[in-house]
């Protein structure tokens, strides 16, 4: 597996992070931060599950080219 783009990586981890943060110093409630962090995660797996389909999309996550 390999970062094909590494923009959106860094914004689903400073997102993560801060979230995680935030729940950590009791900022958000829990469950607001759970929800949170549930839909960054989704966006990021949805993106992988949709490029290993076919489908037209920047995943964060993806295949490695042939040659690397």
Do not use: H
């Not at 990586?9 to 549930?38: D, F, H, K, P, Q």
Request: aromatic share 2%; hydrophobic share 45%; proline share 7%.
């Amino acid at each position: 597996m390999k970062i094909t783009n590494p923009p959106k990586a860094l914004i689903a981890l400073v997102a993560l992070v801060c979230l995680t943060l935030l729940m950590a110093l009791n900022s958000i409630e829990e469950a607001t931060g759970t929800g949170l962090i549930g839909s960054i995660l989704g966006y990021a797996i949805g993106n992988g599950i949709a490029a290993r389909q076919g489908q037209p999309v920047s995943p964060i996550i993806g295949r490695r080219p042939d040659g690397e």
